[in-house]
């Protein structure tokens, strides 16, 4: 009997953390940083704090599997988004409309034997890898999107 | 009760070596026998295994004799084995149908120390496809339910990851599927430069000459199941890939540990229903169902390995030869000397330091084919520029290397996790673009990684001229506890 119990207890504590999950909202890349509830709530992540720095805003979420930080401008928009973590987060709901040209670019990417990082560059939107096996890193920017005085190192 | 204990392993043991396991011989159905010798260097004490119909051992008698008795009609597969010598043939097929079989004989010879697995970088043990700096090794994999077993090259030796991997077009015997909520586990990781999706099903695992050990291990199958995006692009053919599968072997026990036995929602692992359409769901796997260190799993010279390679000269070679060592300290042939342990963060990292930069998440990995890292000094280090003639589609084989002036020669320091010890260690950046396109091998070769990156990659040509150690969490030897690298 106290075997069984567990089955419906953790049932209940996925039910609390989705519906944790889905308050706060962080937008897709290119997008109002409000604009969109479904992101965090699609990646099933709890949100973070949000960091303040010079010219810009870090809004951190957290997946099962990665941490995402996503970087929005002084006006509003997030220009880019970067990621830590076991595992790469599903870049469906991140890269928002960049999405179809992120996938014809990386399409056209020939895979790069013996490297442990990937470049994928599109006409508008850059999408970086690397690290290695329990670290796996990386990022997506818009360039034109960045804010003046931000470069894309800050992205990490 | 000491000694009716004493009384019944004697009759244990009689069972066992008279009657196969699995049982199924009584009831009056006719059983049959197999028999054989071993002879050559060694004769007696060979363990003979026996697989297929039914599973069993044997051990050879004095005269090198041995026999499996009580056996149903149906085939099965012998394979001798004894540490520090080689067998011919390696097994042996056998029908039974209706009648017992004598003659199964077996040679004998001396071999190489069964923790032995030989490495070719590029030459005879790499697929047609390899690629510069690729070490390979060969795997035998079994089935563990028809014994039936293949050995397998072209595979990748990887010191950046953890588990064994072997494309779906490769394999001709049937693996075990592992059961995972209400279909089978899958998963799907990042190797930086490509995805690999996949189920992950047990095998019978035979590394050098050590006994086979069953384990999870992952058939890499982009076409698998219904793959979620993360791994909706993953990598498709052993061509492409340049390899034929990944022996990944650091120190880390597991792939993904104990984060994907927790975190239902890890992004690695995925319970699958084959039929229908229905997509892959993310689940927590048991450590016991990841996929693991195949070295961990052996039952002696299981505490880690020695990576050693030879000395390259700079102008690079067609080939080279070196050795994976199994265990550390466990034999006369792998006992550390003359090198420093380093330990690793729970990311398996240490620091590493260049030209006034740091580099807190390095690691030493044979799966990278240079040196990579975000240069101090982009200027001293630029990126090659597209060779005018060549599509825009390859212009990334020439500008992801180095091409300085002249060759660079370089000192980094080296810093355990725990911060000390450190060390320093001096490497060479040669001109991409002025290496030999006739050779395979080249020791002073390296490109760019992303600018973000806080990793030093230190690829295969580290490991030149060197003996490196990888301990295995959990696991001591000499050097220490794992997990640590050590060179």
């Known amino acids: 009997m106290a075997r069984r119990l567990f089955a419906p207890l953790l049932a209940l504590g996925l039910v609390l953390s989705v519906a944790a999950a889905a308050l706060p909202a962080v937008a897709a890349l290119g997008e109002p940083v409000a604009s969109v509830a479904s992101d965090t709530k699609a990646l099933a992540a709890t949100r973070r704090a949000d960091t303040a720095r010079q010219g810009y805003t870090v809004h951190e979420l957290a997946t099962g599997g990665s941490v995402v930080r996503e970087f929005s401008s002084p006006a509003g928009v997030v220009f880019g988004i970067a990621w830590q973590g076991i595992a790469e987060p599903d870049l469906t709901p991140l890269l928002g409309s960049y999405l179809t040209e992120y996938r014809a670019s990386l399409a056209e990417t020939p895979p790069a034997r013996g490297r442990r990082s990937q470049q994928v560059i599109g006409a508008h939107v850059v999408v970086e890898r690397w690290g290695h096996m329990r670290n796996i890193r990386g990022r997506a920017y818009v360039p034109a999107l960045l804010p003046s005085g931000v470069t894309a190192h800050d992205i990490q | ?487």
Do not use: H
């Not at chain 2, 089935?143 to 953890?162: E, F, K, M, W």
């Not at chain 2, 695992?205 to 979620?228: D, N, R």
């Not at chain 2, 973000?452 to 506890?481: H, I, M, R």
């Open chain 2, 1 to 487: 009760m000491t000694s009716s204990r004493f009384l019944v392993a004697p009759a244990l043991a009689l069972l066992v070596l008279g009657c196969p396991g699995g049982g199924g011989s009584g009831g009056g159905t006719a059983t049959f026998s197999i028999s054989g010798t071993v002879s050559g260097a060694v004769a007696a004490n060979v363990l003979v295994s026996l697989s297929g119909k039914e599973t069993s051992s044997a051990t050879t008698n004095s005269a090198g004799a041995f026999s499996f008795t009580g056996l149903p009609s149906g085939s099965y597969t012998l394979r001798p084995t004894l540490s520090g010598y080689t067998f011919t043939p390696p097994s042996a097929s056998v029908a039974v149908n209706g009648a017992s079989q004598s003659g199964v004989d077996f040679t004998s010879s001396v071999g190489p120390p069964a923790n032995v697995v030989p490495i070719t970088v590029n030459g005879s043990l790499c697929s047609s496809s390899a690629y510069m700096n690729e070490p390979c090794v060969a795997v035998t994999i079994c089935s563990p339910t028809t014994g039936a077993c293949q050995t397998i090259d072209g595979i990748l030796l990887d010191t950046g990851s953890v588990g064994l991997r072997v494309f779906a077009q490769l394999l001709t015997v049937p693996l075990t599927p592992i059961a995972s909520g209400t279909g089978q586990l899958a998963e799907c990781l990042q190797f930086g430069s490509f995805t690999d999706w996949g189920p992950v099903e047990t095998a019978s695992v035979v590394l050098g000459g050590e006994p086979a050990a069953s384990m999870p291990i992952q058939v890499i199958e982009s076409t698998y199941a219904s793959p979620p995006s993360a791994c909706a692009s993953a990598i498709t053919d052993p061509t492409t890939a340049g390899f034929n599968g990944i022996l990944g072997v650091n120190f880390f026990a597991q792939d993904c540990g104990v984060d994907c036995a927790s975190t239902v929602g890890n992004g690695v692992y995925y319970a699958c229903t084959t039929s229908g359409t229905a997509a892959c769901s993310e689940v927590a796997a048991p450590l016991a169902n990841q996929v693991p260190n195949p070295v961990g799993l052996l039952a002696t010279d299981n505490n880690g390995v020695i990576v050693q390679l030879p000395v390259v000269p700079p102008q690079g070679l067609l080939s080279a030869s070196g050795t994976l060592l199994l265990g550390i300290g466990t034999r006369s042939n792998n006992v550390p000397s003359g090198v420093t342990k380093y330990s690793v963060d729970q990311f398996g990292g240490f620091e590493t330091q260049l030209g006034g930069v740091q580099y807190p998440g390095s690691f030493l990995d044979t799966g990278s084919n240079g040196f990579f890292f975000a240069a101090p000094d982009p200027s001293q280090l630029p990126a090659c520029t597209c060779p005018t003639g060549i599509p825009p589609s390859e212009c990334a084989d020439y500008t992801g290397w180095f091409c300085p002036a002249s060759t660079l020669s370089l000192t980094a320091t080296n810093i355990a996790a725990t911060g000390s010890p450190s060390g320093p260690v001096s490497f060479s950046i040669a001109n991409f673009l002025a290496l030999s396109s006739s050779l395979n091998v080249f020791p002073d070769v390296g490109g760019p990684d992303p600018s973000a990156s806080d990793g030093f990659d230190w690829g295969l040509p580290f490991y030149f001229g060197l003996d490196v150690y990888f301990g295995l969490e959990g696991t001591t030897s000499s050097l220490g506890t794992g997990p640590y690298v050590a060179y």
